[in-house]
């Protein structure tokens, strides 16, 4: 069917909005443009590249997929279709797919050498993937690295004028000191970050896969969302809304590394806090909270220039020992991604997860992490290519069921740090102000008082840091999309 002239030339001026909206970084407007131009004109294979690029800057790969997908279908010559393709595939940590893709944009474009480079990388990376899964030692055989470590045996040279843990027990002054050597750019001796983290290793071990926490009439509780990295940031909340303490308890859910270039000194301060006071921090796994992300998005590159190889694999076993799920006071229910493709999940189901794993590709403990509101009722794929979209009447359901007031989950960058969905039965909250340098967003924490428990939501902007850039550690062909 011929698409009508004057729908074109329309078409063109939504690309060109777009493109306007997307050079600004308003990559959710750039994409509603590009919609409106496709609905003019779904012939042209630009628009859907486009917004494909539109959404791998949201993170939102699955759509990516779908977009990139729709583009070489109607343009099968179309290099940048499969360029686009590629990037998410990869995004995903899915090297093999990403392979065919850039294989095909070097055959279309011989001469470009962005494509070689791109298809050299994304080669060493499957080749790199074969040889791991090649030496993997089955699961069942596998030892702990944490039963292997003792830390005590690890000398401290006299020279090291950094923090210092006396004895087994890790204090408040301990912790002001280190967070002051990192907010310098100074290390912690590695047998103080070993003794840290095999400390919180065994608390959260013990710990249930959804943790009940009981606030008092008349105390408070604060619940950050994603920190990704942003250690200036962290330092700034602590700054507004005071030292974690039984006094001052805090959530941080999930996503605490990759992306920003300080993660190994946000893990360390979170974990000491949760060393020194086990009930003035609690923390839940997010989706980066997994070998897979860390490997693409910069953790374990930053683990191992600052620390070394025996922290990637212990971060990787601490991280599979980090709940996945808390619960207020029996009436807010607080997780990092979302609910369920299934209605009927009871908080016994939550508690009977086992979690000691790395995230599967589906199930609950795969939708807890992933998933996302839409505004839509019912349930929708995933933007993201893993879990799933749910709407409203979806919230609402679970929450009768399990007789809650709200749902609190982080996961989604948002212009003002949050956005209450769902007829207020949700909130998003997102602790990482102008994600990655460049989003522009606010970040915002929730304060919660018993017994009315009324969300009051603080919002921060970001604040200055060293200049390391976000991604500095990541995978370099991760990097050449950044």
Same mark, same amino acid.
């Given at each position: ?103 095909? /944009? ?116 604060? /619940? ?161 290519? /893993? ?41 998003? /909250? ?53």
């Amino acid at each position: 069917m011929e698409v009508d002239n004057s729908n074109v030339s329309k078409a063109e001026e939504f690309k060109r909005s777009a493109n306007e909206a997307f050079n600004a970084h308003r990559f959710t407007q750039a994409i509603e443009l590009y919609t409106q131009a496709i609905e003019l004109n779904d012939k042209n294979a630009v628009y859907y590249a486009n917004r494909a690029f539109a959404h791998l800057r949201l993170e939102e790969y699955g759509s990516a997929i779908q977009d990139a997908t729709r583009a070489i279908e109607v343009d099968p010559k179309y290099s940048k279709g499969y360029y686009r393709r590629g990037a998410a595939h990869l995004a995903m940590g899915k090297f093999k797919e990403a392979l065919k893709d850039f294989q095909q /944009v070097k055959k279309m474009c011989p001469n470009d050498t962005d494509a070689s480079k791109k298809l050299k990388e994304c080669e060493k990376a499957v080749m790199k993937l074969k040889f791991e899964e090649a030496i993997a030692v089955p699961e069942h055989q596998r030892r702990p690295i944490a039963d292997s470590i003792d830390f005590h045996s690890i000398d401290v040279e006299p020279q090291y004028s950094g923090a210092r843990i006396e004895g087994d027990v890790v204090t408040l002054d301990f912790v002001k000191k280190m967070m002051d050597d990192f907010k310098n750019q100074k290390c912690l001796h590695k047998r103080y970050a070993f003794q840290i983290v095999l400390q919180t290793r065994e608390m959260l071990k013990a710990l249930p896969s959804l943790v009940d926490i009981n606030v008092p009439d008349g105390k408070h509780f604060t /619940v950050c969302g994603d920190v990704h990295g942003q250690y200036y940031d962290l330092l700034n909340i602590f700054e507004l809304n005071g030292l974690p303490s039984e006094e001052n308890p805090y959530l941080f859910n999930g996503d605490f590394v990759d992306r920003g270039s300080f993660s190994v000194e946000v893990i360390l301060t979170l974990f000491a806090f949760k060393c020194m006071c086990p009930s003035g921090m609690y923390l839940a796994r997010g989706n980066h909270e997994s070998k897979n992300m860390n490997k693409i998005y910069g953790f374990e590159g930053e683990v191992r220039s600052k620390l070394n190889e025996t922290f990637v694999e212990l971060f990787s076993e601490v991280f599979c020992c980090l709940p996945l799920a808390h619960l207020i006071n029996e009436k807010i229910f607080i997780v990092h991604g979302g609910l369920f493709s299934v209605d009927g999940v009871k908080l016994s189901d939550i508690r009977a997860i086992d979690r000691f794993c790395e995230p599967p590709e589906e199930g609950l403990m795969c939708e807890l992490l992933w998933s996302d509101p839409q505004p839509l009722p019912g349930r929708g794929p995933s933007k993201r290519g /893993v879990g799933l979209s749910f709407g409203a009447d979806v919230t609402k359901r679970f929450l009768q069921d399990n007789n809650l007031d709200l749902v609190v989950r982080s996961h989604e960058v948002k212009d003002e740090g949050y956005e209450i969905d769902h007829d207020g039965k949700l909130i998003t /909250v997102f602790s990482a102000p102008n994600y990655c340098d460049q989003m522009g967003n606010k970040g915002a924490f929730i304060k919660f008082e018993a017994p009315a428990l009324k969300p009051n939501i603080v919002t921060f902007s970001a604040v200055p840091h060293p200049d390391v850039k976000p991604m500095a550690y990541a995978n370099n062909f991760l990097r050449l999309f950044s």
